[in-house]
């Protein structure tokens, strides 16, 4: 059993950076890979990055050079870190992983004003 919240979203201006944190439980987080989804107003969720359990990394294209992913095994936390930020970054951002089914954390708003 895996469960996840969300935190750092918020209201910033176009350009501005965010922090988003997922503090996740379980015994067996280090070995999961874990990722970031988000969800705009009236679009299907996708997929915003992923770090394996080994710390490879991938992203969408749309935040490539922009977003960092990272994760502290030993806390068991999960980052975001989203530079210039964009309008079209304002969604709902969800941390998720797998474990014989997904989990998912209630989201954070994220919202960037032009």
């Known amino acids: 059993q895996v469960q996840l919240v969300e935190s750092g979203g918020g209201l910033v201006q176009a350009g501005e950076s965010l922090r988003l944190s997922c503090a996740a439980s379980?015994?067996?987080?280090?070995?999961?890979?874990m990722a970031w989804h988000r969800q705009a107003a009236g679009k299907q969720r996708e997929l915003v990055a992923r770090?394996?359990?080994?710390?490879?990394?991938n992203y969408a294209d749309s935040v490539k050079g922009r977003f960092t992913i990272s994760r502290d095994n030993a806390k068991k936390m999960v980052y975001l870190q989203m530079n210039s930020l964009k309008p079209e970054d304002t969604a709902v951002y969800y941390c998720?992983?797998?474990?014989?089914?997904?989990?998912w954390g209630q989201g954070t708003q994220v919202t960037v004003s032009s």
């Open positions: 998720s992983t797998r474990n014989l089914r997904d989990y």
């Open positions: 379980g015994s067996i987080f280090s070995i999961l890979s």
């Open positions: 770090i394996t359990n080994l710390g490879d990394t």
